[in-house]
């Protein structure tokens, strides 16, 4: 918290409310409905777009709950749309340093989270360098699962492949030292962009710590960004599936746009249709 700050409580929570009511359903990719009296989003809604429990955003609108994290109110941000200036204004509210220096790191800009909401057959991600699922369409959710905004490293696609063994179980076992050669080699590329910085620093202690294969992969030194590649998906409700993933940088250089799309003549995309119509099934990977 910078010196001087404090969370103004009545102050966030007036501004999370009328952010939320500015936000309309078909623009998050929500149906409106007959019976929505709700101005914009329900509390609920936003909840769930920023992957925080109903209970916890609740208690920040009626000014009792605790103070956001920064990762949480990156999450809010993105869920309610909000510009490059507003971002900062909810830090500042919520007694936090805004971002520094450009409109990147966590924040995925309205264009690019209008631009997944209007591709619902096609599975879409939006990464940051290091790997943190910063946004995704609720196809790609469906396929890929959800992340966690509330630990550490919950939506960091490196740390879920090495520390959680069920992420693995989406992908052929025959194709796993692959998977794990690509996301080191792309982490070492992004952590040699980032010289010095702390955040990539932790990442890399932590998985060291964590994963003794990480640690031997990191030593060989490899790198290679990842900009395409064909991927084998394991899906518990549509079966065993192959994607092409092309990676775009965004904008803003350190954010990268990943669709997967299928091979022609696979029958992938008619599985993806099966898929956006039996809804989000409980299923993890990595992306």
Known sequence: MMLGMTIDRAGLADF????????????????????????????????????MSADY????????????????LAALARALRLSSDERDHLHVLAGRRPPAGRISGDHVSP???????????????????????????????ALLGGVCTVSEHGRNVVWRWF???????AYPADE???????????????????MG?????RLVERLRKASDEFAGLWELHEVAVRRASRMRLVHPLIGEIELDCQVLLAPEGDQRVVL????????????????GVVGNGQFGATG
């Open 16 to 51: 999370l409310r009328r952010s939320r009511e500015r936000v309309r359903p078909r623009d998050v990719g929500l149906p409106a409905g007959p019976r929505r009296r709700t101005p914009g989003l329900r509390r609920e809604e936003v909840a769930q777009l920023a992957g």
């Open 57 to 72: 955003y609740i208690r920040l609108e009626q000014g009792r709950g605790p103070q956001p994290s920064p990762q949480m």
């Open 111 to 141: 264009a690019l989270l209008h631009l997944l909401d209007r591709l619902p057959a096609t599975p879409v991600q939006v990464l940051g360098d290091l790997g943190d699922v910063l946004a995704q369409n609720a196809m790609a959710e």
């Open 163 to 169: 520390t959680d063994p069920a992420q693995r179980a």
């Open 176 to 194: 796993h030292d692959h998977y794990s050669r690509l996301h080191v080699a792309d982490l070492r590329a992004a952590v040699g962009r980032r």
């Open 197 to 201: 910085d702390p955040v990539a620093t």
């Open 260 to 275: 997967c799309t299928p091979p022609a003549g696979s029958g992938t995309a008619e599985r993806l249709a099966l898929l």
